[in-house]
Structures are given as C-alpha cells and as structure tokens.
C-alpha cells in the first residue's frame, strides 16, 4: 500500500484541511499537496512530525502495520 492515501486519510480524520497541515508543518500548502497527492516523496523529518500531530507511528504512515496506535497500544 502507498502511503500517500493514508496521509490524506489521517488529515480527514482529524478535520483538518491541507492548508491547516501545512501551517502546522510550516510550509505552503501546495508543497503539502505534492506530498499527499504522491508526486512527491515526504522527507523523514515530516514523516515523523505528520506521526506526531496525528499521534500515530510512522510504521502506520508507512502501511507496515494497520494498528494506528504507537507501539501496539
């Protein structure tokens, strides 16, 4: 599975709107787009902070496991 989907899903999930994310990211709105659309690839730093804000691991970003609790909780 892509991970672009499931960033776009947590985003949705939290009601929260691109350019909300890209505020918090600190970055323009149409750089998140590229990000959530898969045109571009989401640097290690905002791979954790996006698992930070949506309280989340990255494993769960990434599509290695389902469970969107960190560490099994």
Sequence with gaps: M???PRIRE???DHD???RQVAAILQMSQPQYFRYE???RDVPTDILTALADLYHTSTDYILGRTN???PYGK
Excluded: I, V
Aim: no cysteine.
């Design 2 to 4: 892509s991970y672009y």
């Design 10 to 12: 947590l985003r949705e």
């Design 16 to 18: 929260l709107t691109q």
């Design 37 to 39: 659309q898969g045109y």
């Design 67 to 69: 469970n969107p609790k």
